[in-house]
């Protein structure tokens, strides 16, 4: 049996975007509801990332996965920010906590990339944590480049200072 991943996202798209870049974007969303596999009724965009159907079942957003507390979702929201000349201008985000199989490691960084271009966040995106380890691994977008930062430390303990050893 493979291991599996947990991995959480969010960040703020950049206004001027693709279309498609909303389409997948609401396709994962309504798989998160449903449960079916996200599926697109245009062209897909060309990127490695959706060469094969590995796109479609990279992340598990199943309601449940025993190995992790929680629900799996994807969320994309728009909310209004303001007019300018008669012109509305809407900030959107996506948000996604999804298990991913560890027969799909990798894919999800391929996802992040393509995604890159079209992300207004700069800094932190989220984090990737192994079925059976209490260290995680952080993402972050700097200057247009996707940057990751894996945790060494043990936990300490805020009163006492005390450091509890892990994995």
């Not at 396709?27 to 596999?37: P, R, V």
């Not at 979702?73 to 809407?90: E, M, N, P, S």
Request: net charge negative; proline share 4%.
């Amino acid at each position: 049996m493979s291991l599996q991943y947990e991995f959480v996202l969010h960040l703020i798209l950049k206004e001027e975007k693709p279309n498609y870049t909303l389409a997948v974007l609401c396709s994962y969303e309504e798989a998160s509801k449903t449960g079916n596999l996200p599926s697109l009724s245009e062209k897909l965009p060309e990127h490695p990332f959706f060469v094969d159907e590995y796109w479609q079942g990279t992340f598990g957003l199943e309601p449940n996965y025993a190995g992790f507390a929680g629900r799996f979702y994807a969320k994309l929201d728009r909310t209004h920010q303001f007019i300018v000349d008669g012109k509305d201008h809407y900030q959107d985000s996506f948000s996604m906590r999804a298990n991913i199989h560890g027969d799909c490691y990798g894919y999800h960084l391929e996802f992040l990339e393509w995604l890159l271009p079209y992300c207004e966040t700069e800094g932190f995106l989220g984090y990737e944590r192994e079925e059976f380890s209490s260290r995680i691994t952080q993402y972050f977008h700097f200057n247009g480049e996707l940057c990751r930062l894996k945790t060494e430390e043990n936990p300490v303990n805020l009163n006492t200072n005390r450091e509890y050893e892990i994995d």
